[in-house]
């Protein structure tokens, strides 16, 4: 069974930084994107930041470029996302995901962490 343990998370101001991390237990697919989604009550989950295990290629939303950073720790099998200058709008909550098996990451075929909290204050 695919576990996704996050950590992280919390409340910062404006300007501020937070890292999230995320380790997978019982995921034997070696090549696969791990990253984070975020998601506002209402709102549809959004893909924010992924890396691929494979060759540590990475994908980053428009919106945090520049600002996150995602980082993959193979041995650990743990994800890594340093977001830095952050904004309120940034305020969501933050979910780990990793690839299923023939999945689309960015389409949201994945596992799914429980969520951590992201808050950003003015």
């Known amino acids: 069974q695919v576990q996704l343990a996050e950590s992280g998370g919390g409340s910062v101001q404006a300007g501020g930084s937070l890292r999230l991390s995320c380790t997978a237990s019982g995921y034997s697919n070696t090549k696969k994107w791990m990253g984070w989604f975020r998601q506002r009550p209402g709102n549809d989950r959004e893909a924010v930041a992924g890396?691929?295990?494979?060759?540590?290629?990475?994908y980053y939303a428009a919106s945090v470029k520049g600002r996150f950073t995602i980082s993959l720790d193979s041995a650990k099998n743990t994800v890594y996302l340093q977001m830095d200058s952050l904004k309120p709008e940034d305020t969501n909550m933050y979910y780990c995901?990793?690839?299923?098996?023939?999945?689309?990451?960015?389409?949201?075929?994945?596992?799914w962490g429980q969520g951590t909290q992201v808050t950003v204050s003015s």
């Open positions: 890396i691929y295990s494979g060759d540590s290629t990475t």
């Open positions: 995901a990793a690839q299923r098996p023939l999945g689309v990451w960015r389409a949201g075929d994945n596992y």
